[in-house]
């Protein structure tokens, strides 16, 4: 789909990704650009429209979609990272991780598809990790967990919006230069430089945008014996 005329809202849009996608969008000739977020006032990107959203908040993701009836983009953004081991962490944290990255997902794209079907189709880019596909540390492994859930509904959904012509895109990124990763030492990417390639990825139709070597390569492993991705399980 055409990035620019197109009316796009972008959940999580505050700031981080997010926001470097709102402003990517705005750059590309994006007619509207709705900056979805929990506390709208925290938008302060000009050009865009702020829109209260809360994924986790059934009755806020209607009132979100009754709102903005026009969309033909949704980038489905918003996230959370509790730090949480599978075994250590609260199941609180968990579920959190669990609700935002794959039931919020899910409750937006089943809100927000029958629009996309209206208004022609149109697509959804979901923002996955690296992570989706390996779980490096206990400290991410209910991020990983429900990265993966998220993965596997991108999937389905593809399958099930094919029929009213609706693209399903998602996106694998390791470490970005957000907030999220401020205490990570490895190398990280610009989001703003994330956001161009996924929004080009979805003008070119793609159903997958890999974003960075990390991801590349954990991508090309995924056939290979486990301990070639985990090579702490060969000793």
């Known amino acids: 789909m055409k990035i620019e005329g197109s009316v796009a809202l972008v959940t999580g849009a ?14 590309r000739g994006a007619a509207k650009v709705y900056a979805a977020a929990r506390r709208p006032e925290t938008v302060d990107l000009p050009g865009v429209v702020p829109l209260a959203l809360d994924i986790t908040d059934p009755a806020s993701i209607r009132a979100a979609a009754e709102h903005a009836r026009d969309v033909t983009l949704l980038i489905n953004n918003a996230g959370v990272s509790t730090g949480s081991s599978i075994l250590g962490g609260t199941l609180d944290d968990i579920r959190l991780e669990m609700e935002t ?13 029958p629009i996309l079907g209206r208004n022609g ?26 990265k993966a859930a998220a993965l596997q509904l991108t999937n389905a959904l593809r399958l099930e919006l094919k029929e009213q012509g609706t ?30 390639l996924a929004l080009e990825g979805v003008e070119q139709g793609s159903f997958e945008v ?18 070639d991705l985990y090579p702490q399980l060969a000793s």
């Open 14 to 27: 505050n700031r981080g990704l997010g926001r470097s996608f709102a402003a990517e969008l705005l750059d």
């Open 101 to 113: 990255h794959y039931f919020g997902t899910l409750a937006t794209a089943r809100e927000f598809a």
């Open 121 to 146: 189709g149109g697509a959804i880019l979901n923002v996955l990790s690296v992570l989706a596909w390996v779980a490096i540390s206990p400290q991410v492994a209910a991020y990983s967990a429900a």
């Open 167 to 196: 693209l399903v895109t998602a996106l694998h990124v390791g470490y970005m230069d957000t907030g999220m990763a401020a205490g990570v030492t490895a190398p990280k990417i610009a989001p703003a430089k994330v956001a161009a």
């Open 210 to 227: 890999i974003a960075d070597d990390v991801s590349r390569h954990v991508r090309s492993q995924l056939s290979a014996d486990l301990t």
